[in-house]
């Protein structure tokens, strides 16, 4: 494995980029700043590599970053309504980052931490984070890992660990956003993607909270059971979607998480590359970057909205305050664990 210098963060502390490399020569490249995933290089139908994840060249970028890019969200990713849920009788407040409500656990979430390498091989990588006693407001004292793992099968493995001495959320997710044409190949809209799921968490309005229905896909815009083109019924006439200006949604994959299993797959006629992602989440937040803006990433490629999407496997939103939706709670006693793999191959 080689490691470079990634810079120094706001902290003064020097920051690091890890590669790994797989016997097929896929590449990918991560940062201990936010246990981020910066680069996935494979090769295209012609032999060309492309950097199928949209990033930055540094962690200063990152540091001024809206969009998460690649980072390790946490402790609980999406959304919490009110920005307040109760935990073993006590009401526990977090910040209003998003308008009235909590969005990928507010501003100092792990995507800002500078995490520990806790151990690594020349295709796997696992960071480690304590995340002290009322850290962004939640209760507990948190051990998380997140271990990056480059198989022979050019699938990318992201797993999660958890311990705590108080119940707390865990609801980590990885937030990249992949492009298949590569990062800098502009829109993804007319990139296909198959999203196995017969249903999804219908939302109140623009705030994207869930109501607590579970909506059938079948017959509408949100339906992508076969695989289609991204773009065809992003602008549809749908309540739904007009609430997120496009998708933004979670499907639901099951009603528990541990069973692991295929959620979607992705594909680029252009380039010929394809992906398969599975997880053992009960759910998984399909966006469709409408809100990326204008921005500047690796090797100054101009990024802007809907350049990449998000696969992001996780709890439903607003899980902690919802009874009948999985519980993302963790308590003490207990090791919490989670995989998700995005498997990449050219056809």
């Known amino acids: 494995m080689d490691r470079l210098s990634f810079g120094k963060n706001r902290q003064g502390k020097e920051t690091f980029l890890y590669i790994l490399k797989n016997h097929n020569d896929i590449v990918i490249k991560v940062s201990d700043h936010g246990a981020t995933l910066v680069s996935v290089l494979v090769p295209d ?12 060249d540094s962690t200063a970028e990152y540091e001024n970053h809206t969009c998460y890019f690649g980072a390790t ?44 390498v806790k151990e690594y091989t020349e295709n796997s990588i696992t960071f480690f984070h304590l995340s002290r006693e009322e850290d962004q407001g939640f209760p507990g004292n948190l051990e998380v890992e997140v271990t990056y793992t480059l198989t022979d099968e050019n699938a990318v493995e992201i797993s999660y660990k958890g311990k705590t001495d108080k119940t707390t959320v865990m609801n980590c997710t990885n937030h990249s956003y992949f492009n298949l044409g590569g990062h800098n190949s502009g829109s993804m809209e007319q990139q296909y993607l198959q999203i196995l799921a017969e249903g999804y968490t219908t939302v109140w309005d623009e705030n994207s909270i869930p109501t607590g229905e579970i909506a059938p896909v079948e017959g509408t815009p949100m339906d992508f059971r076969k695989m289609k083109p991204i773009g065809q019924d992003i602008q549809a006439d749908f309540e739904q979607l007009k609430f997120a200006g496009g998708y933004d949604h979670n499907y639901v994959l099951d009603d528990k998480p541990g069973n692991m299993k295929v959620m979607a797959n992705a594909y680029c006629e252009e380039t010929g590359i394809a992906m398969e992602a599975s997880t053992d989440c009960c759910g998984v937040q399909f966006y469709a970057g409408n809100f990326i803006g204008d921005q500047v990433g690796k090797g100054g490629a ?33 090791e919490f664990t989670t995989k998700t793999i995005y498997r990449f191959y050219t056809k």
């Open 73 to 116: 969200v946490g402790r609980n990713g999406n959304r919490i309504d009110k920005a307040q849920m109760v935990i073993d009788g006590n009401l526990c407040q977090l910040t209003a980052n998003q308008g009235c409500f909590n969005l990928h656990s507010g501003p100092n979430g792990f995507d800002r931490v500078l995490w520990e």
């Open 45 to 56: 139908k012609n032999g060309n590599i492309q950097d199928v994840v949209l990033g930055f």
């Open 302 to 334: 101009a990024y802007s909205n809907r350049c990449g999407f998000c696969l992001e496997s996780q709890f439903y939103p607003n899980s902690v305050n919802q009874k009948n939706f999985p519980s993302p709670l963790i308590h003490p006693g207990e």
